[in-house]
């Protein structure tokens, strides 16, 4: 399977449409509509990141598909070590659909995980007792 062919299934699987998807990237509609059809070649990685963002995927997974990158132990290894997502969310700059995060959006974001994950851990001390 091409490139190009990846890159239209992924965008269908996420239900955008070839506009949605050039809103939320920031590429072009005309020039994605190239990329699926096969009219253009390997995008480049800063257009990848672009795609990845409005695709909300992984960017190494772009690149992967793209050809950038040969899947190896290290990265294997890298994606099994846990990251801890409260020091990730406060040490990082995050974009969601685009739009970078404020300090207040990331507390936002803290919050509501904490919440998430405290209602299931009482769940389940309660079908534990």
């Given at each position: 399977m091409y490139f190009y062919d990846k890159?239209?299934?992924?965008?269908?699987l996420k239900g955008f449409t070839i506009r949605e998807l050039a809103d939320r990237s920031g590429v072009s509609a005309a020039y994605i509509s190239q990329l699926e059809n096969g009219?253009?070649?390997?995008?480049?990685?800063?257009?990848?990141m672009k795609l990845s963002e409005g695709l909300n995927t992984s960017y190494s997974e772009l690149m992967d598909i793209a050809g950038y990158l040969e899947s190896s132990p290290s990265v294997e290894n890298f994606q099994s070590n846990p990251v801890n997502l409260r020091r990730f969310l406060r040490e990082n700059e995050l974009m969601f659909d685009g739009f970078l995060l404020t300090p207040e959006d990331k507390e936002w974001v803290e919050r509501m995980l904490t919440v998430l994950f405290w209602k299931e851990r009482q769940a389940e001390k309660n079908d534990s007792q």
């Open positions: 890159l239209r299934d992924m965008r269908k009219n253009r070649g390997i995008p480049s990685p800063e257009v990848l």
